[in-house]
């Protein structure tokens, strides 16, 4: 918001101000400034006179200040910046079980930060579920699985607070998620480069439900599966496939099913779902998948 930059405002910055500048100039686009520098002239003696102005920079963050020493005391130019809110937001989306992991770049002039979240793009209805932070990132325990979420964050101070960031949208896992190397997918890697698979599940309200756990890839050298040694075996149609697992969901995180450099040139797409307890692949299964291409 741009409000514009008024004498009374002066009167309030700095106990070291003495009388308020005389311009009233330019726009200023938030409440909360930063004072960055003091400058003072390099042959300056006490009860010099500093011309009493206000200049603001055009895009209205940055605003030089005259002002009068107190007293006996030397004049001075004041350099006050907006403080800025952090840029770099990002937020785990289908990783975390139990959470989503909000992390951000350092702001300058920052002592906290402030994480807010809501359930739309819309920051009048966001709530504040974060204050006092020291770190770049917040883990966020509360969100309820499979439902997406806003997250802002605001730069903090002595001063006050910053206005919001940009977004980002987080959500907590609900059901199966197969990652290649921590990404979603698709993903394109050079051959010989490692690749680590890892499956994640989340039950939530589903815990102990018995199922089929399967862990399938296809390849461009036919199917595979992942059996109950978890050794990749091949098989000829679904049908030959076996389950990795029998028994009650229960919570997974980021289990690793393969840890390679060796897959020859091609598009490898790996499954990992859950269905029915019955030793078969049923229609109804509830799945994941991710596609790696390895480059030749
Ligand atoms: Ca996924
Ligand atoms: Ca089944």
């Known amino acids: 918001m741009k409000t514009k930059l008024l004498l ?5 910055v700095g106990s070291s101000i003495y009388m308020g500048a005389s311009a009233e100039r330019g726009l200023i686009s938030a409440d909360v400034l930063i004072e960055q520098a003091k400058l003072i002239a390099a042959d300056g003696v006490p009860l010099d ?15 030089v200040i005259g002002a009068r020493g107190v007293n006996t005391n030397q004049g001075a130019a004041y350099v006050f910046e907006v403080m800025q809110s952090p840029a770099g937001i990002a937020a785990t989306y289908d990783f975390y079980i ?3 992991r909000v992390s951000w770049n350092a702001a300058s002039g920052a002592t906290g930060y402030e994480v807010w979240r809501g359930a739309s793009n819309d920051t009048s209805q966001a709530t504040r579920i974060g204050t006092g ?3 770049t990132n917040y883990d966020d325990m509360a969100a309820t699985a499979g439902t997406p979420y806003y997250y802002w964050i605001k730069t903090t101070n002595a001063g006050g607070a910053s206005a919001f960031s940009e977004y980002a949208i987080g959500q907590v896992l609900f059901g199966p998620d197969v990652r290649l190397n921590g990404a979603a997918g698709p993903v394109t890697l050079a051959e010989g480069s490692d690749l680590v698979v890892t499956v994640s599940m989340n039950p939530a309200t589903y815990a102990g439900y018995p199922v089929d ?3 399938v890839a296809s390849s461009p050298a036919g199917l595979y599966y992942l059996n109950s040694g978890m050794v990749w075996t091949p098989a000829s149609a679904l049908d030959d496939c076996l389950p990795v697992y029998q028994g009650g969901l229960f919570g997974l995180q980021s289990a690793v099913v393969l840890d390679t450099t060796g897959l020859p040139a091609g598009i490898y797409t790996f499954y990992f779902g859950v269905d029915t307890l019955n030793g078969i692949l049923d229609p109804d299964v509830i799945y994941d998948s991710a596609t790696v291409t390895i480059a030749p």
């Open 49 to 63: 006179v500093f011309g009493c102005a206000v200049a603001v920079s055009s895009d209205g963050d940055t605003a």
């Open 8 to 12: 009374t405002w002066l009167c309030v």
């Open 98 to 100: 139990d959470r989503v």
């Open 213 to 215: 756990w399967w862990v």
């Open 133 to 135: 932070i020291s770190g």
